[in-house]
Structure formats: structure tokens, C-alpha cells
């Protein structure tokens, strides 16, 4: 059975301090998508992860990829409140169409 | 607001009744996928359609279908409800159906079934 785990699965910080959420999943695979989703809203978009060392920042939020571990990381810098919110990864399987696959998500609660 | 419509936003049904969902993409796209969020599940991918035929199909119920029509809108049905099947049901929407673009998604259908 295909396996997304995140962790952790809850993440409490400081305004200003660094942390990282991991993302290990359990299938061959070079694509792997970030979303973020706010209470009680949809899901939005981060980051699309297409190879082996792809790394991508959009302000305070940088994800990377090492397919070889089958280990995504997102990497949140000097964190503000505005990132409270919840975090899913997911994996698209090799050969399995548009079959996505997501991790139970990384509830962040930023502390001012 | 990212372009992608669902109605109704919320649903009250009781067990072994049918619903039908819809999404209207963004437009311009052709993909269209369906998912479900829910406690006891997490988010679970649903299926996809694109242009009009399906594409890819994952952890979708026998009790599930799903459909594009010519005008690009898409439809979830569900039948024979369970009480299980409470949830978020969103849709999301792409250009094309290639794995290297953006999925823009919409704000979703609740549904409680009683």
C-alpha cells in the first residue's frame, strides 16, 4: 500500500523562528506537489517538484526534492503569522496517470 | 479566487438518497479532477476527466460517477448515500493534463448526509 506520511503532524512556532516539515513517502516517484489550505477554505497551490534536487522558494516557504530518499521537505524561514494554515504534500506515482497520492497534512499554528 | 466555481456549497441529504455536484473550471482548462476531504480519510484523490473523457480514476466509490460535458463543466454524482460519505468534495482545475502544471482548485461542496 502507497504510504504519504508528514510530519509533524502538528507544528507549533514563534513568529521569526525556522522550521521544517518533512514529507517521506513510500512509491517511485520525481513529482511532488505542496498545498496549502486555510480553515475552513480550499486548497491553494505552492509548489510543483518535478526532479531529483528541484528546489523552489516563494518567499518565506522553500521546498525540496530527493527522490532518491523519497523525502520532499518544506522549509518555512522567519515564519509570520500569515502562514498559519494547514500543509499537504502529495506524490504522483510513476505510470499511474494522474493518480494522486496525499499525506495526512502538517497543521501549523504560528505563535506572534 | 481562483477561477473554479462548485455549487452548491453546501448539502444536507439523508442516507440512500442521490446528489449531484458541479464544478465549473477555469476558464480556458480542459482537466478537471475531483476530490475528497473528509476526518476519517484525509484527502483522497477522486478522478480526473479531461476534454471530456476520463483520464484517471483513484479511490472512487461504485456508488460514484462522475462526468465532463462538451461545455467543459463537470458533475459528481453520489448515490445511495452513506453517512460516511460526509464531506468536503472539491474539484480542481488545470490546462491541460500533463503532471507538470498547476491544479487551481475550488472552494467546495459540503455534504452532510443524515
Known amino acids: 500500500e502507497l504510504k504519504v506520511e508528514q510530519n509533524p503532524l502538528f507544528l507549533s512556532m514563534q513568529e521569526g523562528k525556522n522550521y521544517t516539515i518533512y514529507c517521506n513517502y513510500s512509491?517511485?516517484?520525481?513529482?511532488l506537489y505542496w498545498y496549502r489550505q486555510d480553515p475552513g477554505k480550499s486548497l491553494e497551490s505552492l509548489f510543483v517538484?518535478?526532479?531529483?534536487?528541484a528546489v523552489k522558494q516563494e518567499g518565506r516557504l522553500m521546498a525540496s526534492l530527493d527522490t532518491k530518499a523519497r523525502l520532499s521537505t518544506l522549509h518555512i524561514t522567519a515564519a509570520v503569522h500569515d502562514l498559519s494554515a494547514t500543509y499537504f504534500c502529495?506524490?504522483?506515482?510513476?505510470?499511474?496517470?494522474?493518480?494522486?497520492?496525499f499525506g495526512t497534512g502538517t497543521s501549523l499554528t504560528v505563535i506572534p | 479566487d481562483s477561477g473554479v466555481t462548485q455549487t452548491p456549497k453546501h448539502l444536507i441529504t439523508a442516507t440512500g438518497q442521490r446528489v449531484t455536484l458541479r464544478c465549473s473550471p477555469r476558464?480556458?482548462?480542459?482537466?478537471v479532477y475531483w476530490y475528497q476531504q473528509s476526518l476519517d480519510q484525509g484527502l483522497q484523490f477522486l478522478i480526473q476527466y479531461y476534454n471530456g473523457e476520463e483520464r484517471a480514476k483513484g479511490n472512487i466509490l461504485e456508488r460514484f460517477s462522475a462526468q465532463q460535458f462538451p461545455d467543459l463543466h463537470s458533475e459528481l454524482n453520489l448515490s445511495s448515500l452513506e453517512l460516511g460519505d460526509s464531506a468536503l468534495y472539491f474539484c480542481?482545475?488545470?490546462?491541460?493534463?500533463?503532471?507538470?502544471?498547476?491544479?487551481?482548485f475550488g472552494p467546495g461542496t459540503r455534504l452532510l448526509v443524515l
Open positions: 476558464s480556458g482548462d480542459l482537466s
Open positions: 517538484l518535478l526532479s531529483n534536487g
Open positions: 502529495a506524490v504522483l506515482p510513476m505510470n499511474t496517470g494522474n493518480q494522486f497520492y
Open positions: 480542481a482545475s488545470s490546462a491541460r493534463q500533463t503532471y507538470q502544471e498547476t491544479q487551481y
Open positions: 512509491t517511485t516517484s520525481d513529482r
